[in-house]
């Protein structure tokens, strides 16, 4: 056997050794605590097997939407537009009908729908308050829908200077969805165009409420750092090693290329992400007078977000349970390390006398012996100070069913910043911050999907009835 043979055969062994050693002390440490702090095990097993039944098909969907969006969207379709080279057609926001330039009200639509039907001037919205308030004009805000913080900042400045150039003295908005989050961004973008606006109405708005928060699980928060690279490497074992492709040598250069970008890639959104959440906490509120919400109960794409974001919260309070473990880390480091001691000796008995042609095994066993010797000699002699090493193993599944909640959490937000910020706390709320008119609209019936309350026959009839009140109210004074 040459050198080569020899050095794939030791880094064989010895990545082996150190992930059967991992296993072993993970098991060990749980079947310690298990009968020492036998309630606060159980809660560890019930609450991560419940994240990660939940979580495993977030992944399987992620996965496949992910082969959709790079074989389809960026595949095929950009391939079938560079073909047909098509003309590409501009949308222009279209301006006010109407006899009268005193007053124009302007409706903003949500993500995914620039052609909103809510928004067209033959839609029950548009007809009730042109029946209502023949004397207001109607403008169509149009922007490009996508789902992504980048979209939504610059639809604002686009908002602003489409209300800026609007010919009415007095101005109202009614916006649907994320055009809320538009309408409050453009309060603090273009705080110079607040006088024009006399009101607004947002319709289903889920708010995006961020701030930096402090997570209390000690150094098990930099695993979240590398969960990227651990995920991948689940992954190639899933999909690889049931059709005999798992190739260790390669998952091993996998990890670290990937772990390092994910190192890089985390520093670079953390510093520019947690500014700039530092620089807009103060701007939750809506800078406009005259602001109404109507929320619809039960609203599924409110619920959606509010959901992704807890399961993805509930792996710190994970970590964090995991952190405040430690206070009897000096027997669980002594006790695990005894028992992965017996269960290497004894299956490497067994493997000697009744198995001798897997005894290729056993040196695997004596390389995980050696490092969780190594382990238990350095934690007795230098005690942790914060995370033993069976804690930081028992925290890893924990840290791959965050990964990929945190890419779902990113993708429903549209930010994928998100996945690589842990310190910042994101979630979904029916208001903006301050004191606001709000009224809540349970749905009319099972076909209707309850976020489009721009449909709502009884939301419909409020909003120009809204409109009409404050009219009525400013033009007598």
């Avoid at 925290?395 to 930010?415: C, E, M, N, R, T």
């Avoid at 489009?452 to 109210?473: G, P």
């Amino acid at each position: 056997m040459g050198s080569y043979g020899v050095i794939k055969y030791i880094v064989l062994f010895g990545l082996s050794g150190i992930m059967l050693a991992m296993l072993v002390l993970f098991v060990s440490s749980i079947a310690y605590y298990f009968f020492t702090h036998n309630k606060g095990v159980l809660q560890y097993i019930i609450k991560t097997i419940s994240i990660g039944l939940v979580t495993i098909p977030v992944a399987i969907i992620l996965i496949v939407a992910l082969i959709y969006y790079a074989v389809w969207q960026k595949g095929i379709l950009t391939a079938w537009r560079f073909i047909s080279s098509p003309t590409k057609g501009i949308t222009v926001n279209e301006s006010a009908n109407t006899e009268s330039e005193d007053v124009i009200v302007h409706l903003v639509h949500g993500t995914f729908e620039p052609n909103a039907s809510w928004t067209q001037p033959e839609s029950e919205m548009c007809k009730s308050i042109r029946s209502r308030n023949p004397n207001v004009g109607i403008s169509r805000f149009i922007w490009d829908g996508k789902n992504s913080a980048s979209s939504r900042k610059q639809a604002a400045y686009q908002l602003g200077k489409h209300i800026e150039n609007s010919p009415a003295k007095y101005n109202y908005i009614i916006a649907h969805s994320h055009g809320a989050a538009i309408v409050r961004e453009m309060s603090y973008l273009r705080d110079d165009i607040a006088k024009k606006i006399q009101g607004v109405c947002l319709l289903s708005p889920p708010f995006i409420f961020r701030c930096r928060i402090k997570r209390t699980s000690g150094t098990l928060i930099n695993l979240i750092d590398i969960s990227g690279s651990l995920a991948i490497q689940l992954l190639l074992a899933v999909f690889l090693v049931p059709f005999d492709k798992y190739n260790i040598n390669y998952a091993a250069a996998i990890f670290f290329v990937s772990l390092f970008a994910e190192r890089m890639i985390s520093k670079k959104y953390k510093r520019e992400f947690l500014q700039e959440v530092e620089n807009s906490e103060c701007r939750e509120a809506i800078d406009f007078r005259k602001v109404e919400i109507y929320h619809a109960i039960g609203d599924e794409a409110d619920s959606g977000l509010r959901f992704v974001s807890s399961l993805h919260e509930g792996c710190f309070a994970i970590l964090s349970q995991l952190k405040k473990a430690q206070v009897s880390h000096k027997k669980l480091t002594h006790w695990s390390a005894v028992l992965s001691y017996l269960f290497y000796i004894s299956m490497s008995m067994l493997i000697w006398f009744f198995y001798p042609e897997e005894k290729s095994w056993i040196l695997v066993f004596l390389v995980s012996l050696l490092l969780t010797f190594i382990s238990h000699t350095w934690q007795s002699l230098k005690p942790s100070k914060d995370i033993p090493h069976v804690l930081l193993i028992a925290a890893i599944p924990v840290a791959i069913f965050s990964f990929w909640l945190a890419v779902a959490k990113a993708i429903a937000y549209g930010d994928l910043r998100l996945i690589f910020c842990p310190d910042v706390f994101i979630f979904s709320s029916e208001t903006p911050v301050g004191d606001h008119k709000i009224l809540k609209f349970a749905p009319q019936n099972d076909g209707m999907l309850i976020h489009s309350t721009h449909s709502h026959s009884e939301a419909i009839k409020n909003v120009s009835e809204w409109l009409y009140c404050f009219e009525y109210e400013r033009k007598n004074g």
